[in-house]
């Protein structure tokens, strides 16, 4: 019986060894992340294990998971002390081994199994780690099992359970390369460069969209979990740059970009313009809708103005709804009303039968982007690109803020921007046209400029964006009434980038 887990253990101590730490914050909204060494330790992972053992039997699931891991180096001694807890929870646990989330998702359909957990830190740096988790495929973790999951684990609930065991599964990679190429040919000659930075994708994309008949140029797909170059993560600046860099010097139709356990992607035009996620989502949605008139979509409110007012969405009839930021909140909605496709301005791209299975999966999104050109044979990429209607949009800019105190911030600016709409005050010297709360607060002005502030559900930051349909000057004052009223608050740090 392992001990109740601690906050503050030190580590280089006789307790750290014999004692879970677990720090409370690492569980988020929907996943759970922590700097390995100093927020959770082998045994705080082995008692999390456990503690999810114990809510897959209190939720009534059959008691079976599929296992991987990303590719970091502490990576699988993660995944062995969450499968030892596991196992002591009466588990069935089925390792894939090294994967990419949507492997791990993929493999809970190919062999049957309900649950998953996928020991992945995502895009975060090195040192971080984390676990995605579900107990019902395509749907992961949200805010109430996350919630009781912490519940389990932090005041020791969890007990052994008979019935535990381990089997790894061999062949999945190319069970899922296989099921994702089966069906696809690309017509067209595209020169494709594949950029993994590094990361695990590089074992997997690359492979997979040479299956497809276009040319594959590899960009740091050699596995290298120190990743010198940059963060294997789209939205890096650094990664962004060297995207842009080599589409420039191979005379590339399209960049492809991986992040860390390749559930999202980011786009890189011929031309060496980065296309946000939202954008590239209202291309696909123009695309996919054109193919099945009245499609329903769903996207986050960080996401682009362009989905309601797009006139060739509004022509095909496409139905949009914003709402949460988050892969399990958009992946969840996106179930509920049986969108075709769901999209995030993060990379998370989601998308239903026929396209997929519902959950996020980047190399299906880029697999997507090539069918798009596929069935453009006379326009380009950025041709498409500078099809849409302008605006001026902001990069994710993500100030810092700490865990304990960032969901505080957070409400007294909702507060704030609240008081001022019912009190009929102005945003950029303009009537406020509306205030949406569904996720922090996105406040929009009467010529369509909007700006939004969140709290980051997985780092210890706030999440600002601003777009402007009419100008880039309104932007940038959409933006400097947001900073002006976060700079009221001390706690507030700096920004990671801003415009």
């Known amino acids: 019986m392992l001990p109740r887990p601690r906050h503050d253990l030190e580590a280089n101590t006789f307790e750290y060894e014999v004692t ?22 082998l045994l705080g992972v082995q008692a999390l294990g456990l503690g999810l053992g114990a809510l897959i039997r209190e939720m009534g699931k059959e008691p079976r998971i599929v296992v991987g891991h990303d590719f970091r180096s502490y990576s699988a001694s993660i995944k062995q002390a969450l499968t030892v807890g596991l196992m002591s929870a009466g588990i069935e646990v089925n390792d894939i081994g090294l994967a990419l989330s949507p492997v791990a998702y993929y493999a809970q359909f190919a062999l049957d199994i309900p649950c998953v957990a996928m020991v992945t830190a995502s895009h975060n740096e090195n040192g971080w780690t984390g676990v995605k988790m579900g107990v019902e495929a395509p749907l992961t973790f949200g805010p109430e099992e996350m919630g009781r999951l912490k519940e ?66 590899p960009m740091d797909c050699e596995l290298d979990h120190a990743f010198p170059k940059y963060n294997p993560n789209p939205e890096d600046l650094e990664m962004l740059r060297a995207m842009k860099k080599a589409v420039r010097e191979k005379g590339a139709d399209v960049v492809l970009g991986f992040d860390g356990d390749g559930d999202r992607c980011g786009v890189v ?46 022509k095909n009839g496409a139905k949009v709804e914003y709402w949460k930021t988050g892969h399990s909140y958009i992946k969840r909605r996106s179930h509920e009303v049986g969108a075709l496709a769901g999209f995030e301005k993060s990379g998370h791209f989601f998308f239903s039968k026929p396209f997929g299975r519902g959950y996020d ?56 921007f609240e008081q001022r709409a019912r009190q009929a005050g102005e945003i950029i010297g303009q009537k406020i046209r509306d205030v949406v709360t569904v996720n922090g607060v996105r406040i929009t002005a009467e010529d369509g400029t909007w700006g939004l502030i969140r709290a ?38 700096e920004y990671n980038q801003t415009i």
């Not at 999440?463 to 004052?477: H, Q, R």
């Not at 947001?482 to 009221?488: F, G, I, M, N, P």
Request: hydrophobic share 40%; glycine share 8%.
């Open 20 to 41: 879970p730490l677990v720090k409370p914050t690492g569980f988020r909204e929907y996943d759970a992340r922590w700097r390995f060494g100093p927020e959770i330790n």
């Open 361 to 416: 999966d980047g190399l299906v999104a880029g697999i997507a982007v090539l069918k798009m050109l596929d069935r453009n044979p006379g326009k380009s990429l950025s041709d498409l690109r500078k099809s849409l209607p302008k605006t001026w949009q902001s990069p994710t800019m993500s100030p810092h803020c700490a865990d304990e105190r960032k969901y505080d911030v957070v409400a007294a600016v909702v507060k704030t």
């Open 152 to 217: 389990i684990v932090l005041n020791g609930e969890a007990r052994p359970h008979s019935g535990g065991g381990y089997r790894f599964v061999e062949g999945v990679r190319e069970r899922y390369i296989a099921d994702l190429t089966h069906d696809v040919k690309i017509q067209r000659k595209l020169k494709v460069i594949v950029a993994c930075g590094n990361g695990t994708a590089g074992a997997f994309a690359p492979e997979a969209f040479s299956r497809l008949g276009v040319e594959v140029i």
């Open 456 to 493: 980051s559900s997985n780092k210890p930051e706030l999440v600002v964006v601003v777009e402007s349909p009419t100008s880039e000057t309104n932007m940038k004052k959409m933006f400097e009434e947001l900073d002006s009223e976060l700079r009221k608050h001390p706690e507030v740090g």
């Open 269 to 314: 035009d011929d031309e060496g313009e980065e296309i946000f996620a939202d954008k590239i989502g209202v291309l696909l949605a123009r695309d996919l809708s054109s193919l099945n008139p009245g499609a329903q979509f769903v996207v986050d409110v960080k996401s682009t103005g362009l989905f309601v007012t797009d006139p060739v969405l509004q």
